[in-house]
């Protein structure tokens, strides 16, 4: 059974934190992983998505990815009261019809 | 914007009824999918299509079907509804372009409650 799991939360930072998500993944053969933002009542929305080992930034975040030890994490700098939100992880599955697998979302809730 | 539209937005419907919910897309992409949102259960797939007349079940099919007979339409039926089909329906595309092999584009949603 290929997995992604996430820390439910609620993950709650001070307004001008460092926002830090985590994800982890079960199938080594993953190679497209992606962060998607979905606010309350809204549907999610692609924030960032990454390919390779290393980090990749756009602006306030910047993705992070370790495949030997298969995770992903979302940062978030200098975070602010419109970044409260829920963040879904999602995972290629390996072999199937362009087909994604996700986690259950972290909950962020940035502090006045 | 990825040009979907979902209809209706939102639907209460007596269990044992039939209910379809259309998916519509105005940018002809092959790749469309059915997924359902719950609490605690993140998106879970109900079925997906990669092209007309071409589809497949995805984890949670039991009790839906699909057709799709125009690359703009991806229609979800629920042929008897059960309150544990009570959900949020999400349609989405995937652009399936070089670079971007797997990205997600959502629709608004659909609201459905089973009583």
């Known amino acids: 059974q290929k997995e992604v799991e996430q820390n439910s939360g609620p993950l709650s930072v001070p307004e001008g934190a460092i926002a830090s998500l985590n994800c982890t993944y079960s199938d080594r053969g993953s190679q497209s992983f992606f962060w998607y933002r979905q606010y309350s009542g809204k549907s999610p929305e692609l924030i960032m998505s990454i390919y390779s080992n290393g980090d990749k930034e756009d602006g306030r975040f910047t993705a992070q990815l370790n495949k030997a030890s298969q995770y992903v994490s979302l940062l978030i700098r200098d975070s602010q009261p419109s970044d409260s939100a829920t963040y879904l992880c999602?995972?290629?599955?390996?072999?199937?019809?362009?087909?994604?697998?996700w986690g259950a979302g972290t909950k962020l809730i940035i502090k006045p | 914007d990825a040009g979907i539209t979902q209809s209706p937005r939102h639907k209460v419907t007596e269990t044992g009824t039939p209910v379809t919910l259309r998916c519509h897309q105005t940018?002809?992409?092959?790749?469309m999918y059915w997924y359902r949102q719950d609490p605690g259960h993140g998106l879970r797939l109900i079925h997906y299509s990669y092209g007309v007349k071409d589809t497949d079940k995805g984890e949670v099919s039991d009790g839906y079907s699909v057709s799709r007979s125009k690359t703009e339409d991806f229609l979800l039926t629920l042929e008897s509804a059960t309150s544990s089909q009570t959900s949020v329906y999400f349609c989405a595309i995937s652009p399936i372009t070089s670079g971007s092999s797997y990205e997600q584009y959502f629709g608004p949603g659909t609201r459905l409650t089973v009583t």
């Open positions: 999602a995972v290629n599955i390996r072999g199937s019809n362009y087909q994604l697998i």
């Open positions: 940018e002809n992409h092959r790749y």
